[in-house]
Nanobody, 113 residues
Framework: QVQLVESGGGLVQAGGSLRLSCAAS????????VGWFRQAPGKQRELVAA???????NYRDSVKGRFTISRDNAKNTVYLQMNSLKPEDTAVYYC???????WGKGTLVTVSS
């Protein structure tokens, strides 16, 4: 069972930046697609960005040009660089390795206007 530990969240003003990290246990990290998801209060969890084992990336339209997902397979870690943050980016952010049912506790990002 993979264990996921997200970190890097916090309170930031609109227009600011944060870098999220997710450390994963297990030996299959490097061969799996990894995604960052978020869940805002009262809303469903949604996919924000994903990166394949080969490094191909995709983003939801609302974050394109502002967020960048990357991975370090040697460290079993995936990152999400978030720039030009907006209040609507406020949510708990989670990572998921292999798009399974295993989730970490997430990290809270709050963007003030």
């Amino acid at each position: 069972q993979v264990q996921l530990v997200e970190s890097g969240g916090g309170l930031v003003q609109a227009g600011g930046s944060l870098r999220l990290s997710c450390a994963a246990s297990g030996s299959t990290f490097s061969i799996n697609r990894v995604g960052w998801f978020r869940q805002a209060p009262g809303k469903q969890r949604e996919l924000v960005a994903a990166i394949s084992s080969g490094g191909s990336t995709n983003y939801r339209d609302s974050v394109k040009g502002r967020f960048t997902i990357s991975r370090d397979n040697a460290k079993n870690t995936v990152y999400l660089q978030m720039n030009s943050l907006k209040p609507e980016d406020t949510a708990v952010y989670y990572c998921n390795v292999g798009f399974t049912n295993y989730w970490g506790k997430g990290t809270l990002v709050t963007v003030s206007s």
